[in-house]
């Protein structure tokens, strides 16, 4: 079992940042692919970006360029430094975690869950 924590959420305006962090507890040992998705009130929960066991990454087109993910193994931290916010990027983030070292942007692939940390950016 995986217990995943979320932080770094807030308020800022259009054009600021935010570093957000997953930190994660339990069954870490094993390698899993990570995986930061965001859902606004109405929508599904969509993904956002995720980083392989081997350290791969990828992005959803909306963020690339602005987002990058990373992960501190040492200290269990999954980490997301997003900046250029805009207002579009307004939801709830949630930390992720797969038993497949592999990722595939489906949320139904993740076996893990945080709670989530919410963001606001106003314009």
């Known amino acids: 079992q995986v217990h995943l924590v979320e932080s770094g959420g807030g308020s800022v305006q259009a054009g600021g940042s935010l570093r957000l962090s997953c930190a994660a507890s339990?069954?870490?040992?094993?390698?899993?692919?990570m995986a930061w998705f965001r859902q606004t009130p109405g929508k599904e929960r969509e993904w956002v970006s995720s980083?392989?066991?081997?350290?791969?990454?990828s992005y959803r087109d909306s963020v690339k360029g602005r987002f990058t993910i990373s992960k501190d193994s040492a200290k269990n931290t999954l980490l997301l430094r997003m900046d250029s916010l805009k207002p579009e990027d307004t939801a709830m983030y949630y930390c992720?975690?797969?038993?497949?070292?592999?990722?595939?942007?489906?949320?139904?692939?993740?076996?893990?869950w945080g709670q989530g940390t919410q963001v606001t950016v106003s314009s």
């Open positions: 339990g069954d870490t040992g094993s390698r899993g692919c």
């Open positions: 992720a975690r797969a038993r497949s070292g592999g990722c595939v942007p489906y949320e139904s692939y993740y076996n893990f």
């Open positions: 980083i392989s066991s081997f350290g791969g990454t």
